[in-house]
Structures are given as C-alpha cells and as structure tokens.
C-alpha cells in the first residue's frame, strides 16, 4: 500500500505550471443555495444570456443525441460550411475550439517559448496571463487607460505599441473588453494593426461582439493583415455557455498551424448541432441584442442613482460597477440575498463588481439587494 503521508513531488511539473492559479469560474447556483439554505437565487456572474439559446437548438440537439454513440465530425464541416457563409470567409480560414478560450490556449501553444513575449492590457481577460504562463513565455502587462480617460480602464493602444519588440509574438486585445465593458473604435484597431510588425500575431477576441453592434467588420481586414486572428464565441448571445464552442477567422495558413495542435474531436456533436441551428436564427439573435440594450440601461440608470456608486460604460452583456470601497464584504452580502455576481479583485480591481446583464426580473433583484448591502455593509 502507498504511504498516505507521501505526497507526488509538486517541483516535478514544468517550473511555469508550477506557479499557476487555476481559473475561478463564477459560483454555480446550486452551490450557493446548498451552502447557504437559499431558494430561487439569481445568479448574474458568468456573463450568460438569461434568455437562452434559440428554441430550433432544442430540436437539433435532440436529433443529434441520436448518434451519440458515433464519433462527431472531428472537422466540423457542416458547421464550418454554415460559418463561412454567414461571415462572407472560406471555409480554410476557421478552426473550431471548445469554446473560444481552447482557441486562446492554441494560439499560445503554437506561438509562445521561454525566448518570446506576449503583450496585454492590465484589466484583460484573465486567460490571457494564464495561456502566457502556461508556456513560459514573459508576459507584458500594459497600464490600462487612466480613470479620467473616455474609457475607462480600456486599451491604451499606444502603450502596447510600445511593449513590442521583435520577441514579442502575440498581443491580446478583446474588443469589447472582459471585465470591464470598454471598447475600440475600428478606425483606432486599424492603426494599430498597420503598426503592428508583420512578426506578431494579434489576437482579436470578440467574445461580446454581437451585443456591441461591430458585426463583421474586423473579417475585412483579414486579407490585409495575415498576423491577424479574430476569435469568437457561441457561449454568450448564443446561449451556449454549456457545450462549450467557438472559433477563430485568421489566414488559412495560420488556422492550418492551430489545426495542427487542435486535439482530435474537440467538439463533440451536440454541440456542433446546436451551433448550426443558433446560427441559423438570427431573428432571434437580434432580439436578444434588443434585450440586452434595454437591460444594460435598465442596470446602468438603476446603479448609477445610488450615492457613491458608478458604472463603468459597457458594450458587452454586463456592467463593472465601481464600488468606491472594498467589494468583497457586498459580494458576501449579496450572496445572503441570494445574488451571484462576480468579485474582480483577481483582476486588479478590488472596489468592482461585475454583473451580468438579466431579465428584468433578475436585475431587480439585485439593484434592490445591492441598495440593502450598501445600507449594512460599512
């Protein structure tokens, strides 16, 4: 029998995993509702869409669990065919992921050493500095916008310009920005990219891009900026978060590198039927970009009333909301209420929450539970 008090020797894992701190996701509901005896919680911490996916996913998905017992199609042609028309590209341009943060992983796998360097914003999605770690390549932190900037805590493109140099093989831009809801202009994307040298690959990541109105425009760089790669999700307005899938646009050479490293089957087949069928109804979509809009300022108006509080401005489906004190002990409050939001003190951000944009319903309940907290939390 093993000895119960010997342990596997940590300091045999690669030096750069060593130092990793795994990813947090947002509280489950069931979690908090077992732990704290509460019923019928709201949780508006994951950045999901309250409204789910579109009803012809049900469908799909019900004919696909058929042939569960079959392999999916480890290149998902059907889904790819459906992708290339729906964003005017071939069909060699797209690679598929297990949501687009496998995409992310990819792209740091194929491109990042020990020698390289990889270049972000300070408030950037948090993946970022865990896909850079994770190779050993040195990761470049770039100072976000000052607070008195028109946005906020977004991109200071001009910074990161500065942070390339002729090591540096990928910068991370998302656009709209995770966690704090701040965007790029094209026309400022633009110059950045013909700033860019030809050597480092930019990672365009609109995850959020449907609710922001961008539509396709950064596609039609593609042609002149074969560094370029824009990833996307179905998890967000597609309602998909569950089944985890999303892709990235680039050059057919660079996807042919990502494809190269992509593992074998990393979609599985209900979620290559899903996606299909959400992407078919874009009716539905457009309605749930509506939704959105009316509860970002539904959110916005409500938080901003309450003395001392503030949003930062937001084109995704959620708001950073600047506490202007320590937001932990109001998260704690919140979940007593039975509201799940997002602490982004792993962020840099200590005095912000970030709250996912719901149904009415939801951002009511808590507006009306974050107005109690403030009132009890000193």
């Known amino acids: 029998m093993p000895d119960a008090n010997k342990h596997f020797p940590l300091n045999y894992a690669a030096p750069a995993v060593r130092g990793l701190q795994p990813y947090v996701p947002g509280k489950p509901l069931d979690e908090l509702e077992r732990e704290y005896g509460i019923r019928n919680a709201v949780k508006l911490a994951s950045n999901e869409n309250p409204a789910g996916p579109s009803p012809r996913v049900f469908q799909a998905i019900e004919a696909a669990a058929k042939t569960i017992n079959r392999y999916p199609d480890g290149a998902g042609f059907q889904l790819k065919k459906s992708l290339a028309v729906h964003l005017g590209v071939e069909?060699?341009?797209?690679?598929?992921?297990?949501?687009?943060?496998?995409?992310?992983?990819?792209?740091?796998?194929?491109?990042?050493?020990?020698?390289?360097?990889?270049?972000?914003?300070?408030?950037?999605?948090?993946?970022?500095?865990?896909?850079?770690?994770?190779?050993?390549?040195?990761?470049?932190?770039?100072?976000?916008?000052k607070t008195n900037h028109p946005q906020a805590l977004g991109h200071d493109l001009n910074a990161m310009l500065a942070a390339i140099d002729e090591s540096t093989r990928l910068v991370f831009i998302a656009n709209p920005n995770n966690p704090t809801g701040t965007w790029l202009e094209p026309d400022a994307l633009y110059a950045f990219l013909k700033k860019v040298p030809s050597t480092t690959v930019v990672v365009l990541d609109e995850a959020y891009c449907e609710y922001s109105g961008a539509g396709h425009g950064s596609l039609a760089w593609l042609s002149e900026f074969p560094n370029l790669v824009v990833t996307r999700t179905f998890s967000k307005i597609y309602g998909l978060a569950g089944l985890r899938i999303g892709y990235a646009i680039s050059s057919p050479e660079l996807a042919e590198l990502l494809n190269r490293i992509r593992q074998p089957f990393n979609i599985n087949s209900i979620a290559l039927a899903a996606a299909e069928a959400a992407l078919v109804?874009?009716?539905?979509?457009?309605?749930?970009?509506?939704?959105?809009?009316?509860?970002?300022?539904?959110?916005?108006?409500?938080?901003?009333?309450?003395?001392?509080?503030?949003?930062?401005?937001?084109?995704?489906?959620?708001?950073?909301?600047?506490?202007?004190?320590?937001?932990?002990?109001?998260?704690?409050?919140?979940?007593?209420?039975?509201?799940?939001?997002?602490?982004?003190?792993?962020y840099g951000l200590p005095n912000h929450l970030r709250v996912t944009a719901g149904s009415v319903v939801e951002n009511t309940a808590f507006l009306t539970a974050l107005s109690a907290a403030l009132v009890r939390v000193i």
């Not at 995409?103 to 865990?130: C, G």
């Not at 509506?290 to 970002?296: M, T, V």
């Not at 938080?303 to 084109?315: D, W």
């Open 281 to 346: 109804d874009q009716s539905y979509i457009e309605a749930c970009r509506k939704a959105n809009s009316e509860a970002l300022a539904f959110l916005t108006e409500g938080v901003t009333s309450i003395a001392g509080v503030r949003v930062i401005p937001s084109r995704g489906n959620f708001v950073l909301v600047d506490l202007g004190r320590p937001a932990l002990p109001v998260y704690e409050a919140l979940l007593h209420a039975g509201v799940i939001v997002r602490p982004v003190g792993n």
């Open 91 to 145: 069909q060699e341009q797209l690679t598929l992921g297990n949501g687009s943060n496998d995409i992310l992983v990819l792209l740091a796998e194929v491109f990042l050493t020990a020698a390289t360097n990889a270049v972000f914003s300070e408030y950037a999605f948090v993946v970022y500095p865990l896909a850079v770690q994770a190779t050993s390549a040195e990761a470049r932190v770039v100072p976000a916008n």
